[in-house]
């Protein structure tokens, strides 16, 4: 069998023809291949630390994940990049993605070609910094965790997302996998119900009916059909040592759901208060019904005692999709393609958003714990011990020098490796010799963290209108929620942290943000002397005074706001509030566009919840704006208790923005 094409690299072909060399003495030396472990990864997508009964949810029904964590050990800090094809890029290289490259969920964009620049040539004059691009593939030149295996014996099968190359020089064939079933572009099929390839709004969409999957029967549930042929290949290859590389699309949109599952939790309260989607809910317990299946499977076949089984997540819970004012349903009237979904989303889920992290800090697409913390369990009979824990921080580095180390196997020359095997925490023989881990996100609200023990720094590479604060630093032993930054107390420890943070730069070579030549910034101008920084704001049913670093919003009268006709952007816009309210309440955001001489009663005003909250929050509003902005209105919940805010910034699709900011102000 050609198992590696003629095309790849010299480097690469010889590095893995010495792992399989290596591999070929390590199986004579072992006995049959047989006696080696198979290994099952069972990646779930988007699922929360929280999102599961051994985590400590109270809502979501997990029976099957509880079962595997009285098998297994399961880990408290584990982490993933607050994204999905960073982290699979991660799980099958074991590098780091400063030095891999994914950097950002672009695994489903067409491939850019290899010899430009991922640093883009120009940037917007009011963009500060110069950002690289994210790789929109897994380099081909990888020697890939899939491919060691399969050089080492292994028969390998890829079920489910890819998420790592659109064109099929990029899919799962050409690393390592001999059998994929998958869809292209990621992250899945249009619909979670055959047919695959139509939309839940029941328009056709051929664009998304590209890879491996094919149809089933009328109305099968994609999370089962995954289950039934990842299961084909286990009983196929059950005489023989397997990589299973089992990544569902659940969690995720489009957030396809069997309404009868979806019924019981609508009916159903969470004793914490916090998680309450039907729809996620519902999803769940899919993914948990698939794993119970793939357990018994194993069971069945006696296979059980001879696999490690490895239970995982991608990325944090997300927080953010389907909420008022989201780009999932901005903008969606009747006789829009996405109309019936979003009726059916806000038939069982109203305005909540997927999940809840609670206690960690916001969700997907962060760098805070919400979005890089998630569940990570490992089974292994007779080598790891049952309903036993650990606080290690291991991430999806790790994965691949485990695997290897667990079955045997060399790692292959010349392949630079981050992680490290964490076989000797799951033996509890030793701990892991690494100082730090780092996460590199220069996505979203870009940014680099570091754990450290049990500190946490965070370093943006700019500062950012809803977080302002360049360093954050977090003791997450005493503090988890990270409630309380301590960058100011402590310049020791950030100054300690920020050294192993340049060093990881250095070591990995990440595409640091480089200045934009053409930065003329249009709002941060220096202030005249005793210039108001409220001005171009206007209030009404309440008094706005200066306070020590804020703005402080206080009622006077029914739904105080305040108002201002100089933002001037066209919309679709972002507004980012740094806020802080001691009693919260629902917030408002109403507007008028150039042209139209009143506010329309109903159809162009976002609601939101303002948490209750004496710290510092960051909250986000996108405000579907059709046209260019004229008068805005915010009205915030001051009737009761005084709001105080630390900065305003609404900001269009390419970055343009207006800013007000009263960090710095005084009584």
Sequence with gaps: MNLYPMTAALPRLLAILTCLAISTQAIAQTGASRQRPNVVLFLVDDMGWMDSTPYGSQYYETPNMKRLQEQAMRFTDAYAVPLCSPTRASILSGQYSS??????ATGHLPAARADVSRYPATASPNQRLIYAESKRYLEPELITLAEVLQAGGYRTGHFGKWHLGLSQEHWPERHGFEVAFHAEPSPGPASYFSPYGVHLSGVPSSKHHVGTITDGPDGEYITDRLTDEAIEFVRANQDEPFFLNFWHFAVHGPWGHKEDYTKGFSEKKDPR??????????????????LGRMLDELDRLKLADKTLFIFYSDNGGNTHSNVPGSRQIENIRP????????QDWQKWAGDQPPTNNAPLREGKGRIYEGGQRVPLMVRWPGQVQPGSVSDSVVGPIDLYPTILDAVGLAKPAGHIIDGESILPVLRQTGRLKRQAYFTWFPHLVPAVSIR??????IRRF????????????????????ETKDLANEMPDKVKELDELIDQFVQDTGALYPKPNPAYKPRDAAPAAVGKDPTTGLVARNCEMTLASDALRITGTGRQPFLGTAQVKLAGPLTLQLRVRSRTGGQAKVQWKTIGQDAFPESSQIIAYNLPADPQWQDVSVDVPIDGKAGTI?????????????????????????????FTGAKP
């Design 452 to 457: 450290h023990g049990d500190w946490k720094l």
């Design 633 to 661: 209105r915010m009205y915030f919940p001051a009737e009761d208790s005084a709001i105080e805010v630390q900065s305003i910034r609404f900001e269009d699709s390419s970055g343009r923005s207006k800013h007000w900011s």
């Design 335 to 342: 006789g829009h393609p996405k109309w019936n979904f979003v």
């Design 462 to 481: 700019e500062p950012h209108p809803v977080y302002p604060d360049v360093r954050e630093l977090y003791n997450l032993a005493d503090d988890i929620g």
């Design 273 to 290: 208060g916090k998680q309450d989607n039907p729809i996620m809910a519902s999803m769940l317990k899919s993914v948990d019904e698939s």
């Design 99 to 104: 030095r891999h490259g994914v950097t950002s």
